[in-house]
């Protein structure tokens, strides 16, 4: 498995000489000129590399080209895609990649706005914008297709999305992106491979049912007819697994690794649409780079669910998530993990697994980090801070293992406003170095020894307003201990 982390450069910068262009216009008051690429010098970017690995993708034996175009809102027309010469609009860009002597196309924005609505992937693609390039579009890609995503804004883009990629052996790369207001999903991945450094998804917004409706039955035909098959990250799949701390992961929650493709549309845009990245069909995420934000998302943040879905990385921040969509149908919590809803921070279900070190989750409603339903997780640094309770139905917390792998060292989990953590149900669970202090509840659970499980291993649960350790029905009671003959 590659790692595009070693590889990741910071493109679009400003050249010495346009900032000092820009630095005397505007010490001399000098009007700046309409054409952005006057302004602008964009670097040479050289993608051979990408290219060369991208060369699998294609036929057997293909002769053609992997041209670079430039696109610039501010062009006349007639332009030919050059740097002296671009094209006016993205479309004329990816029209001219249909040329079948073209491999597959490098565009390169210039600042401004750009709007194609709904963009179905045909070729392997790089658009790589500068310094706050805007396009307005919904990127579908449901073939053995890569995607490269470079310094651009992907804002308000229509349902069923940002980026809605589905493919088993399809690969999506984000680097230093920005996805904002989406209408369904900020990126939805099934199955595949994605990589995103230093990257943003915010204010995904769930749509109506109407929407929904409408889009069912034509990404279901989109989607490909493959059967089960087994993922390409197996093996670091597997390696992960063995790795996590003794007595984590029970018989029962052993991974198992064949995996079906077709995604309940149905439930999908219904119950999750509003979140930022969700994650299924035994695919593949690597999280990398300084930091990746999943923030106010009318769902949740970052879901990840399905046998073999593995979500690996560091330096992740959700918050805000879950506070702008409708109230459940019911307040039954039970309920709630049972339907199917995305909800909180980072959901983690059906024997997906994720592994992440340094982790906020912290201001989402509903819940910072609920690993139920054979979800599988080990969180190294792990902050659940003032999640909250927006709806009133009784929820609120930092941490839930909910008939999962709930696994977390060096965590605090402070300020929710019900519970720091909940354990109920957990086939099993890992809780090491750590604190749960100030919330309305410390601990909740049916474990009926986990106050010396706490306590062996080094988990401080103090100063909670209401009570420390709540131990739910089944647990029997402490027999007092007699007190002395006289």
């Given at each position: ?12 910068r ?72 671009p ?17 597959g ?58 980026v ?14 920005e ?15 994605l ?7 915010e ?29 390409s ?48 069909g ?63 921070g ?12 340094g ?5 989402n ?14 969180f ?7 999640n909250?309770?927006l ?7 930092g ?14 989990s402070?300020?929710?406003?019900r ?6 149900s ?14 309305r ?5 049916d474990?009926?020894?986990?106050e010396?499980?706490l306590?062996?291993?080094?988990v ?27």
């Open positions: 498995m590659r790692r595009y982390t070693t590889k990741f450069a910071r493109f679009g400003l050249s010495l000489n346009a900032l000092a262009v820009l630095a005397l216009s505007l010490a001399l008051g000098v009007t700046a000129s309409t054409n952005a690429s006057a302004q602008v010098t964009l670097d040479e970017v050289n993608y051979d590399w990408l290219h060369r690995e991208w060369e699998r993708f294609l036929p057997r034996e293909s002769n053609c080209v992997w041209p670079t175009y430039y696109v610039d809102e501010n062009a006349g027309r007639g332009g030919d895609g050059s740097r002296e010469h094209f006016a609009t993205l479309a004329e860009a990816l029209a001219a990649s249909a040329d079948p002597a073209v491999c196309p490098t565009v390169i924005l210039f600042p401004g706005r750009y709007e194609i609505g709904r963009l179905v992937m045909e070729k392997p693609t790089i658009l790589r914008g500068h310094l706050g390039t805007t396009i307005v579009a919904s990127i579908l890609n449901v073939s053995a297709l890569p995607l490269w995503l470079e310094e651009i804004i992907l804002a308000d883009a229509p349902f069923p999305g940002a809605f990629a589905a493919h088993p052996e399809g690969e999506t790369t984000l680097v230093q992106v996805i904002s207001r989406a209408t369904g999903f900020g990126l939805l991945l099934h199955g595949g491979l990589e995103m450094s230093d990257s943003r998804i204010a995904s917004r769930a749509g109506d049912t109407a929407q929904a409706a409408r889009m069912i039955g034509e990404l279901a035909s989109m989607l490909p007819r493959t059967g089960p098959y087994v993922p990250h197996l093996d670091s799949l597997q390696e992960a697994v063995d790795a996590l701390p003794d007595g984590v992961l029970g018989p029962s929650l052993s991974p198992d690794f064949t995996v079906k493709v077709q995604p309940d549309l149905v439930a999908l845009l219904v119950k999750c649409s509003g979140t930022g990245l969700y994650v299924s035994g695919a593949h995420v690597i999280l990398s780079g300084a930091t990746n934000y999943f923030v106010d998302n009318d769902r949740a943040g970052l879901v990840a669910t399905d046998l073999a879905t593995y979500v690996e990385g560091h330096d992740v921040y959700t918050q805000s998530n879950g506070i702008s969509g409708l109230p459940p149908v019911s307040d039954n919590e039970i309920y709630l993990l049972e339907s199917g809803y995305c909800l909180g980072i959901q983690v279900r059906q024997k997906a697994f994720v592994n992440l070190t982790v906020n989750s912290s201001g409603n509903y819940y910072g980090v609920i690993v139920h339903h054979g979800g599988m997780s080990f190294n640094g792990l902050a659940t801070f003032t909250t309770d709806f009133d139905i009784g929820l609120g917390h941490m839930i293992g909910f008939d999962g792998s709930l696994a977390a060292q060096n965590f605090g402070h300020l929710n406003e519970s720091g953590i909940i354990i109920q957990t086939s099993q669970f890992y809780l090491s170095n750590g604190q749960s202090t100030q919330n509840y410390g601990v909740i659970s474990v009926c020894d986990i010396n499980y306590a062996q291993h080094n401080t649960v103090s100063g909670n307003t209401e009570m420390d350790i709540t131990l739910l029905p089944g647990c029997p009671l402490p027999i007092p201990t007699p007190p002395p003959l006289p």
